[in-house]
């Protein structure tokens, strides 16, 4: 029994000849599509900037699908290697610029903007859960192909340069989608819950993994239906919209990591619906 496991968890990567990759778009916040040479018939550990980066194998061979940083510099960058074997390579892809647009929200709890000195003891100890949350890997082929989480109008699209109360503050990290208090959320794909809590920016928050380093996040929830290691599956609803933490209304903050990184989630969604709806200045964000 244990060596037709075993024998199956070799034979696995073979199955994914159909694998559907995201949106590629070498841009900061977005994807790199970087094919690998093979070696040995192996699969090697891909690190970009110190974080795990998915490797999937297709019919064209292996392919590292790498997540951009919005803060990444445009010109060569590159994906360290390490095979089974020991041996080591460098891979480079290039980054091209993408100017964002700018968006100003006004807040009229002033505490979301300059917290206080326990919010900002409480923030910090939540971006260490939050890193470790984002660190998680998993051995399960990811499903790159996502469904809308929600039903309803984008109101901030991903990447925007933001300012609240007119102070300049991180860009957006996903995609608001605007929701009535209540609304179901359902996973985009197969997944297993992650994480769950209640954080001072993002409010009531649930993370799910999707294999290797693709993870999603949901925030600002009225209602969390589950728990931390359960298994969901695509369409399965796990909590409902809410205007919790930092926000002007109600609305679900998207958001799809690769190797720790936000990117686009427009990239993971097949085209049923135009991605670049105009973002308004001053909806929910
Ligand atoms: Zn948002």
């Not at 034979?11 to 559907?20: D, N, T, Y």
């Not at 290039?94 to 505490?111: P, W």
Request: glycine letters at 10%.
């Amino acid at each position: 029994m244990q060596t037709f496991l075993a024998l199956f968890v070799v034979l696995m990567p073979l199955s994914l000849s159909a694998m559907i990759l995201p949106a590629e778009r070498t841009v900061p916040g977005g994807i790199a599509l970087v094919p690998l040479k093979t070696l040995h018939d192996a699969v090697p550990t891909v690190t970009f900037n110190g974080s795990r980066v998915a490797v999937v194998e297709g019919s064209e061979g292996l392919t590292a699908v790498v997540g951009i940083p919005l803060w990444a510099e445009t010109g060569k960058q590159w994906l360290d290697i390490r095979w089974p074997s020991g041996e080591r390579a460098r891979q480079s892809f290039t980054v091209s610029s993408k100017d964002y647009e700018t968006q100003y929200i006004t807040l009229k709890d002033e505490r979301k903007v300059d917290p206080l000195p326990e919010d900002l003891e409480r923030i910090s100890r939540e971006n260490a859960v939050t890193g470790q949350v984002l660190s998680t890997w998993n051995e399960q082929p990811p499903d790159f192909t996502l469904t809308y989480p929600v039903e309803g109008p984008i109101s901030s699209v991903y990447g925007l340069r933001r300012f609240f109360n007119n102070q300049p503050r991180s860009p957006h990290s996903g995609l608001d989608i605007a929701a009535a208090k209540g609304t179901p959320i359902r996973a985009p794909a197969d997944g297993t819950v992650l994480y769950t809590g209640d954080f001072f920016f993002n409010g009531k928050v649930v993370y799910l993994g999707h294999g290797q380093s693709l993870i999603t996040m949901y925030c600002h929830m009225d209602r969390i239906n589950v728990e931390p290691g359960e298994h969901i599956e695509r369409g399965e609803v796990i909590g409902q919209v809410g205007a919790t933490g930092r926000v002007t209304g109600p609305h679900l903050h998207w958001g799809v990591y690769l190797n720790g990184t936000p990117v686009d989630p427009g990239l993971f969604v097949a085209q049923e619906r135009p991605r670049s709806w105009p973002p308004r200045a001053r909806g929910p964000m």
